[in-house]
């Protein structure tokens, strides 16, 4: 057992409005490894993601991090579409560690040597703005290894890339994991989810309603939702 | 010298037709700034310092405040933010007849000596500019804010970090509020002229100049200082459009 892990979810409620966003959500993950949130439109795979990294305050509901409370910068996220501020990469990716206290000179030599890791080295003095969408994501993802998290939140990260922009991501990713850090992924991409997932959680209508290694989730999937969705015939925000 | 050319203006003015009087009031005006003497010198030089400090203790305060007001969540946040929308249109002569209550000899500020100096000034200046720099940045920041919070809050970045964050990445942006900020401190002349008492040679400026002149008759004078006053300013609002856009294009 390590810090913050397993992670426990229990009966995770959200309902804005009176519509049920997590219908009771209920999860449980170890310590290690990259956990796919796989779900149609609308399943609730963002709003989860927000909710464990502290943006949304869930209705009802417990999450239990392993017992513990969580180290104030044990968990980030990554988002669709990362906003870039009009500074240089490297300022960019500075800025993760202003919160953490830590002197501007030191901010930029671990900034750089990040920056190097997600194939970004030679461009710290570039504008962010002007950064390919590809590249933009890579610096998002250095912004958040630079801080070490023991859980990485990713929203999406490769919607809108081109296919060799999303190879590069899932190699930052892998990486990241390899560095200790724990991933969990909400994605649309069955594909990405066979190449980078160790475990697919599937959700629906604001439920979990299988968590399945990748192989036996592709190859016999417990739920008629999930065969559905594999199958690309699952419609759109469709209520169980 | 001076009752001399005012009596050749009005003698001009009777038997010129309105057009060439016009005309001529120009021609008079261009001369005199030709001839660029010192005490005219002297009222531009203090205009631009008593604007210029009231506009950097505007950006001390007004567009942190502004930034606050965007992010802040506090109670009383909606009447603040109502009330400095309400300041923008100030008028500048009850601003001026505050300050003169607050530096008057009986007043709490009394025993600093301040009235009739240029701090008097500077002081009600600023007093304009703040509430108006305030509710222009509120507005930037509050549109970047709605785009970069949650990243920010991901990061555990705290509130006030959040403030200087988005005020450097706004800087570009927050021009307008400086020169919006400027411009009403250059053109202001009701608050000065209350707590400046527009002293000759110690806290006469170009717009208590103007009209102090156009009472007198002397309209060269007053155009001539005019011009220079319009031209600081779109001298000073060329200069940062340009280096807003140089900004924007290295930045994005």
């Known amino acids: 057992m390590s810090l913050m892990f397993p992670l426990r979810i229990r009966d995770l409620r959200f309902q804005p409005n009176g519509r049920a966003v997590l219908d009771g959500v209920d999860l449980e993950l170890g310590g290690d490894g990259i956990t796919l949130v796989l779900g149609p439109n609308g399943a609730g795979k963002s709003v989860l993601l927000r909710t464990l990294c502290g943006l949304i305050e869930p209705c009802g509901g417990t999450i239990d991090w392993g017992g513990t409370v969580p180290p104030k910068f044990g968990v980030t996220m990554v988002f669709q579409h990362p906003m870039m501020l009009r500074a240089s990469v490297l300022e960019n990716v500075a800025l993760a560690l202003k919160p953490h ?4 000179g030191e901010r930029h030599r671990r900034a750089a040597a990040v920056l190097a890791r997600v194939g970004l080295g030679g461009r710290e003095a570039d504008s962010a703005r002007y950064l390919s969408g590809g590249e933009k994501q890579r610096l998002a993802l250095a912004r958040a290894w630079v ?24 190699r930052i990713v892998r990486e990241i994991r390899t560095d200790g850090t724990r991933i969990l992924m909400a994605t649309h991409n069955l594909g990405q989810a066979t190449r980078l997932g160790d475990d697919v959680v599937f959700m629906s209508a604001g439920r979990v309603r299988e968590h399945a290694p990748v192989q036996r989730f592709f190859a016999k999937p417990a739920s008629e939702e999930a065969r559905l969705f594999i199958q690309g015939e699952l419609p759109w925000r469709m209520n169980f | 010298m001076v009752s001399e050319r005012r009596l050749s203006k009005r003698r001009r003015s009777a038997i010129l037709p309105p057009m060439s009087l016009f005309a001529a009031t120009f021609s008079e005006a261009f001369s005199l700034l030709a001839t660029f003497d010192d005490r005219v010198a002297e009222i531009v030089a203090l205009s631009l310092r008593v604007s ?10 007004g567009l942190p405040l502004g930034a606050c007001l965007a992010i802040g969540n ?15 249109g100030a008028p500048s002569v009850v601003v001026g007849v505050i300050v003169y209550l607050l530096l008057s000899r009986s007043g709490p500020l009394g025993d600093y000596g301040l009235l009739y100096t240029p701090a008097a000034m500077v002081f009600a200046q600023s007093l304009l500019v703040i509430p108006l720099m305030a509710a222009i940045t509120r507005q930037v920041i509050e549109d970047a804010w709605q785009r970069y919070a949650e990243e920010l809050r ?5 509130w006030w970090q959040s403030v200087t964050t988005l005020l450097y990445d706004c800087r570009h942006s927050l021009v ?5 900020g400027l411009g009403r401190a250059m053109s202001e002349v009701g608050a000065v002229m209350i707590v400046g008492g527009n002293i000759d040679r110690a806290t006469r400026v170009m717009t208590t100049t103007i009209a102090l002149e156009t009472s007198k008759g002397d309209l060269p004078l007053a155009i001539a200082l005019g011009v220079v006053l319009v031209v600081v300013i779109l001298a000073l609002n060329a200069f940062a459009f340009a280096m807003r856009g140089w900004a924007m294009r290295r930045y994005g």
Do not use: C, Q, W, Y
């Open chain 1, 101 to 104: 206290g830590i002197g501007r």
């Open chain 1, 147 to 170: 801080t070490a998290p023991r859980l990485l939140l990713l929203d999406e990260p490769t919607a809108s890339l081109d296919p060799s922009a999303t190879a590069e991501v899932e």
């Open chain 2, 52 to 61: 210029g400090g009231a506009v950097l203790i505007g950006m001390l305060f």
């Open chain 2, 74 to 88: 506090f109670p009383g946040k909606h009447t603040l933010s109502v009330l400095m929308n309400g300041l923008m």
């Open chain 2, 154 to 158: 991901v990061m555990r970045f705290s």
């Open chain 2, 176 to 180: 307008v509020a400086v020169l919006a």
